[in-house]
């Protein structure tokens, strides 16, 4: 397997870009080769015939429908050659309006994905209505 090179490493500027993100657990994962880039809080699921992290859609086979984590605060360019490396939020809170709704989904079915799965990850969307 190899990996298109990536520097995860970031400056601290001492400012979050995202001020009502507040991540708990944030880790690199390997992201599916393709085309395009992935921005921060795009939500992102594990694909689990290929082992790799994929952009979210709505009724994705083999995971890919189901939201696991969200990009965090670095874009990942995807390569269409090799997977990469990128950086994933996997617990914390995050607020609906910073969600970037992916190509080709709509707010409406991200709204139900985000109601069903990700607070029993420990992801609290806020902003979220019909949450019990």
Excluded at 25 to 52: E, M, R, Y
Excluded at 73 to 93: M, Q, R, T, W, Y
Excluded at 110 to 117: M, N
């Amino acid at each position: 397997m190899a990996y298109n090179a990536n520097e995860l490493y970031k400056s601290a500027s001492g400012t979050n870009p995202f001020p009502r993100c507040e991540p708990r657990t944030i880790q690199p994962k390997t992201f599916a080769s393709g085309s395009g880039t992935l921005d921060p809080l795009t939500p992102v699921a594990f694909n689990t015939s290929s082992n790799k992290w994929v952009v979210w859609a709505n009724g994705g086979a083999n995971g890919a429908g189901t939201i696991k984590g969200f990009v965090g605060f670095d874009a990942v360019v995807l390569d269409s050659d090799e997977e990469v490396l990128g950086n994933v939020i996997l617990e914390g809170k995050l607020h609906l309006d910073d969600i970037p709704v992916p190509s080709g989904q709509t707010l409406s079915n991200l709204k139900i994905a985000l109601r069903s799965g990700p607070r029993d990850l420990g992801l609290i969307i806020q902003g979220l209505d019909q949450v019990r």
